[in-house]
């Protein structure tokens, strides 16, 4: 379950435990967060607020603290092609990307759907309330777990998430945006 995400890859990178996702919220407070993020641990790269070529920039500087800090750093949305170590999303957007692909679910069907798309782990959310979506659905932890043990990929707990709730989630790990940041 912890191997290399892709056996033809340059470099191998175990599945993270631990994912950091950005947004405008978490943004002034990124290069605090990812030098407090253990070796290993991942960087989803969101930032739809900033238009492209502020967003390019912005890619960028994390990227380089990132690599100094042996964090992986993954893009989402329209950033295809960049210099990054894999992709963030549906598993429809997935596509052919190179390198970890972590994919988001919130049901069984997702699941399969992730697996379908060769995903390396699936984001399974949300576990908790959010403030990122307020008043949404929840999966509380009794159905996460059931969820998450019918998984064949590695599942990564999202969604109100902190290191406190994640120690009692036995899974592969877990992933916040501002549970982290």
């Not at 599945?15 to 919220?25: I, M």
């Not at 957007?93 to 699941?111: F, V």
């Not at 309330?129 to 932890?141: F, K, Q």
Request: with cysteine.
């Amino acid at each position: 379950m912890g191997g290399c995400y892709r056996a033809g890859m340059h470099r191998c990178h175990p599945v993270p435990r631990v994912v950091l996702l950005s947004d405008a919220r978490n943004d002034h407070r990124l290069e605090s967060a990812i030098s407090r993020l253990p070796p290993g641990s991942a960087l989803v790269f969101r930032h739809y607020h900033l238009p492209p070529p502020a967003r390019r920039a912005r890619f960028e500087v994390l990227r380089r603290l990132c690599t100094r800090r042996g964090v992986l750093i993954l893009t989402a949305g329209a950033a295809r092609g960049w210099p990054a170590h894999g992709r963030y999303g549906v598993p429809r957007d997935l596509g052919r990307a190179s390198g970890l692909r972590l994919a988001t679910a919130h049901s069984l069907a997702e699941i399969g759907a992730a697996v379908r798309a060769r995903a390396s782990a699936v984001l399974l959310s949300p576990v908790f309330p959010t403030r990122s979506h307020p008043g949404a659905t929840v999966l509380g932890a009794v159905r996460f777990m059931v969820l998450a043990r019918r998984s064949p990929l590695p599942v990564i707990a999202l969604g109100g998430m902190t290191k406190r709730r994640a120690a009692r989630l036995p899974v592969w790990g877990w992933a916040a945006i501002d549970g982290l940041a």
